[in-house]
Each structure stands twice: as structure tokens, then as C-alpha cells.
């Protein structure tokens, strides 16, 4: 049971409106400190819609016991320039035959109240983390409130996670 | 019952970490933060139960770190009877009190993983301890980040909570039982 990082970001960059930066090197992978070549620090940043920038880090994984099942956990910045980036935490689970069986996320705003979803295990399980997190993003965050971008936080976790179903390999 | 604990085993599921502390624990770097994992110890054990404990750290350079203490309870068969958990924050002051998460009192719906186990050959033996690390990993996630959220803006200190969602299932992985 593994994960193909490589898969994870070209599946994110197939999206019509994600753009991977410099896709063509490492399937999009750099590392985020040039002094540091732990694995780890390897990221993937992209635009959604152009004009707004986000940062996957490379997700973080647990086999459980007897290939039962895979727990897949990432931070996600919304990079805001001068402001404080934003950050969502996802924290999911595979079942053994790669379906995703269980997701929940958390998002925080420098100022603003946090974000949380409800531990989700039935239906489909990314579009409700994706309607959850969008009932609570509010329609303007004025000035220097990257509006636009914290408004495309809900697609951004739903096309993780979607991305993420296609990474995982028996 | 003959319990034993794989220190190696539990090292090992900690990708690219370093030993530390005179050799007391390891650290690794994830999602742009360092953290510290002391090695697991036997705190008590009963006829029916084992008692083991973990401590982590956030580690946070110039500041004082973030700590939680982790009391794991195993039954004979080293399936994951109860977790409980400490939180305090470095510096603010923030902290969560002992609180106690007990996976039989736990009901999501778990026909999502559940459902996979039959297709998948996973045995019933396996099956059951690992429904119960799946509750309780959900479960302590869900209500650490309902707090820890509202605590600083904070990345690192975010991300303390998969890790420690992580340990928990790294150290049932870890434990074994001989009858």
C-alpha cells in the first residue's frame, strides 16, 4: 500500500483551472528550503483560476496494521504575499481498496474564526468537505483579505483529496 | 500474556527521522515544522490491560515547545482499549487538560472502511483492532482541532494534531501479544 506523489500532482494539474508550476520538473515537486534535502520539504504550489496560489506539502502517511487501511494527512497554504498564509489541515483515510472512507479539515484565517468540518465518513466524502468548509467562508474579508482566494479554499481541499484517491497504489 | 512493544518498528514508520535526546527519542521534519517523539514506555500493566505512555513535542526553536502526553491503554489481544490525552501550548498559557477517549463509546459509521476488509483479505482478527484505531484516531482528531484551532495562527502547532493522530496508530502498529 503506497502513495505515487507523482500521480498526486499530475492528477492536480489535469484540473482545468489548477495550474502546478513548473509541472515538468519532478512532476511539479521542488524543495521549499534550497538547504534542506529531506523529503518532506518537498512541496507542490499551483494557481487556481489564475490568479491565486496554494501550496501542498507532501502528505504524510501511516499504514495501519495488516495493509487494513492508510491514514493520509497534509497542510495546505493559501500564500498570501505579504500577508500571513492561510492554512488548511487535511487529515483522511483509505480503506484497503483505496476508497476514501474518511476525511475531515480544518482552515485558519490570521484574524478571522476558524473553520471546521464534522468528521465525514459517508456519502462523497470530498464534496461534502468541500460544501462544509463553503457554508462558512464568508463573501468578503476586506482589505487585504484575499476574498477571492479564501473563497476557492473549499475546491482546493476537494481537488486534494480527489487527487489523492488517484495517488494511492494497492 | 506475553506484551511486547517494537521500539524499531515504532522508529521506523517516522520517515527521515533523526535520534535525539541521548538517544530518548527521534525528530523529524513534515508539513514545514520539527517535532520530537519520546520514545514509548510501559507505564503499568494489569491481568487484562497494558498502560503505555508517549510523550511529543512541537518543536519550536527560540520558543517553548509544545507539549502532549499520550496514555495508551492496550487489552490481551493489543487492541487499542482507550487513549488520553495532555495538551498545553509553549508560552500563551493554552492548554487541554487530561481528557479521555474510549473506543467502545465511539460510533461513526465505519461501513467505508469496514466494507473494504472482506474484498481486501483482511482477517477479522485485524479487522477489529484496527476499526477501534480508526475511531479513536477520528475522534481525538476531531476534538483536539475544535480547540487547538482557536489557540494562534499557527501552522506548526496545526499540524501537531495529524502527528499525534499519526503516533497513535504507528504505536498500535508497534504492540504484539503472545498467549
Known amino acids: 500500500m503506497t502513495f505515487d506523489y507523482n500521480?498526486?500532482?499530475?492528477?492536480?494539474?489535469?484540473?482545468?483551472?489548477?495550474?502546478?508550476?513548473?509541472?515538468?520538473?519532478n512532476h511539479g515537486w521542488f524543495q521549499k528550503d534550497s538547504d534542506?534535502?529531506?523529503?518532506?520539504?518537498?512541496?507542490?504550489?499551483?494557481?487556481?483560476?489564475?490568479?491565486?496560489?496554494?501550496?501542498?506539502?507532501?502528505?504524510?502517511?501511516?499504514?495501519?496494521?495488516?495493509?487494513?487501511?492508510?491514514?493520509?494527512?497534509?497542510k495546505?497554504?493559501?500564500?498570501?504575499?505579504?500577508?500571513?498564509?492561510?492554512?488548511l489541515?487535511?487529515?483522511?483515510?483509505?480503506?484497503?481498496?483505496?476508497?476514501?472512507?474518511?476525511?475531515?479539515?480544518?482552515?485558519q484565517m490570521k484574524n478571522e474564526d476558524p473553520i471546521h468540518t464534522d468528521v465525514v465518513t459517508t456519502g462523497d466524502i470530498a464534496d461534502e468537505i468541500h460544501d462544509q468548509l463553503e457554508d462558512k467562508i464568508k463573501d468578503d474579508y476586506g482589505i487585504n483579505g484575499s476574498t477571492e482566494g479564501r473563497q476557492r479554499i473549499p475546491h482546493i481541499a476537494k481537488v486534494n483529496l480527489y487527487s489523492m484517491v488517484a495517488a494511492f497504489k494497492k | 500474556m506475553q506484551f511486547s512493544f517494537s521500539k524499531s518498528n515504532f522508529r521506523a514508520q517516522y520517515p527521515g527521522a533523526e535520534v535525539a535526546k541521548d538517544g530518548d527519542a527521534i525528530e523529524y521534519k513534515v508539513e514545514d515544522s520539527n517535532y520530537r517523539i519520546y520514545d514509548p514506555s510501559i507505564k503499568s500493566k494489569t491481568s487484562s490491560t497494558v498502560t503505555m505512555e508517549v510523550k511529543l513535542d512541537h518543536i519550536r526553536g527560540g520558543a517553548t515547545d509544545d507539549h502532549v502526553?499520550?496514555?495508551?491503554?492496550?487489552?490481551?489481544?493489543?487492541?487499542?482499549?482507550?487513549?488520553?490525552?495532555e495538551w498545553e501550548a509553549g508560552n500563551d498559557g493554552y492548554q487541554i487538560p487530561e481528557t479521555l477517549i474510549t473506543a467502545v463509546d465511539i460510533a461513526f459509521d465505519v461501513a467505508g472502511l469496514v466494507g473494504a476488509f472482506e474484498?481486501?483479505?483482511?482477517?477479522?482478527?485485524?479487522?477489529?483492532?484496527?476499526?477501534?484505531?480508526?475511531?479513536?484516531?477520528c475522534k481525538a482528531f476531531n476534538d483536539i482541532s475544535k480547540v487547538v484551532v482557536k489557540w494562534s495562527d499557527n501552522?506548526?502547532?496545526?499540524?501537531?494534531?495529524?502527528?499525534?493522530c499519526h503516533t497513535i496508530i504507528r504505536l498500535s502498529n508497534s504492540v504484539s501479544v503472545t498467549q
Not at chain 1, 500521480?7 to 520538473?25: E, Q, R
Not at chain 2, 502526553?69 to 490525552?85: F, I, M, N
Request: proline share 1%; charged share 20%.
Open chain 1, 7 to 25: 500521480a498526486f500532482s499530475t492528477t492536480l494539474d489535469n484540473y482545468s483551472n489548477v495550474d502546478v508550476k513548473h509541472a515538468s520538473t
Open chain 1, 36 to 74: 534542506d534535502n529531506s523529503e518532506f520539504d518537498l512541496v507542490v504550489e499551483y494557481s487556481y483560476d489564475d490568479d491565486y496560489n496554494y501550496r501542498t506539502w507532501r502528505q504524510e502517511l501511516t499504514v495501519m496494521e495488516g495493509n487494513a487501511a492508510l491514514f493520509v494527512s497534509t
Open chain 1, 76 to 87: 495546505i497554504d493559501h500564500i498570501r504575499g505579504e500577508n500571513l498564509d492561510d492554512h
Open chain 1, 89 to 107: 489541515i487535511l487529515m483522511s483515510c483509505f480503506n484497503a481498496n483505496g476508497e476514501l472512507c474518511y476525511a475531515q479539515a480544518f482552515v
Open chain 2, 69 to 85: 502526553d499520550l496514555t495508551v491503554v492496550y487489552d490481551t489481544q493489543a487492541h487499542l482499549v482507550s487513549v488520553s490525552y
Open chain 2, 119 to 137: 474484498t481486501a483479505g483482511i482477517s477479522e482478527e485485524v479487522a477489529e483492532g484496527t476499526k477501534e484505531v480508526f475511531d479513536v484516531c
Open chain 2, 155 to 164: 501552522g506548526g502547532r496545526m499540524y501537531f494534531i495529524p502527528v499525534v
